[in-house]
């Protein structure tokens, strides 16, 4: 009897404790909690296998790094709201967008004229453009003048795709292979599938400096192109938040800084 009643005040003691805790825990944190809480949270869907925009980090438990992420994720600091990224392929991003599974595109996403009928583009912010590789020891092709009756390897839904949609249109060359990223592009052209891409020259740039000898860049301006990050058409709230967010970061130094950082 003695016993049960000491082990019961026991387990009082341990539960007041766990309770005590519990409280102490909330109210240092209360502050926070509380204005973290208060931030609207946007998801950002991105195909994250186009560095150094936007890729998994293998030495960081695979996590998304890169350009446009650290660029969204110092909008949204300066602006107060919280984002989350969804992982999606660079053709799925623009339905997922208009069905609400995303609020905001980041995917080095070139500002098209035919995307901007589905989807609002802030202004640019950064300059790219379409470039010509080849593998590395292709001869064959030393100008985008040699393509003719070739096949081109382009990433399925890219503005790459949609230029060689326009070379096989015109009788250029004769066949496409559409592929989900980069990196199978450049498999298929090293093993002879395909006989050029056609890619973003900052990634494709960054893809040989860090894999020297498997490809080479033999036009680096096919197109002048610029990304944007989108939104849901009419979603101005958003579209003005962002465009004033890249607004400051670009005037307080923020955007030379991650500049520098991935290039
Ligand atoms: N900039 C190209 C486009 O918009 C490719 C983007 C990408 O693959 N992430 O189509």
Redesign the pocket.
Known sequence: MKKSLSLLLIGLLILGLVAVSGCTDKAATAGTDETESQMPVYVVGT?PY?PP??YADENNNNEIIGFDIDLINAIAADQGFQVTWKDLG?DALIPALQSGQIDIIA????I?EA?EESVDFTNPYIN?GLALAVAANNNQIQSIDDIQGKVAVV?Q??????KADELKSEGVITDIIYLPH?SDIVMSIQNGRGDFMI??LP?TNAFISHNPGVIKIVDDKIQS?S?GFAVRNGNTELLNMLNEGLANVQADGTYDQIMDKYF
Do not use: I, K
Not at 107 to 110: F, L
Not at 157 to 162: I, K, V
């Open positions: 195909e186009f925009f936007q660079f995917s080095g996403m070139t098209t995307r790219a990433q839904g890219s503005t790459g795709a949609a980069v890619n973003d990634v192109e990304y």
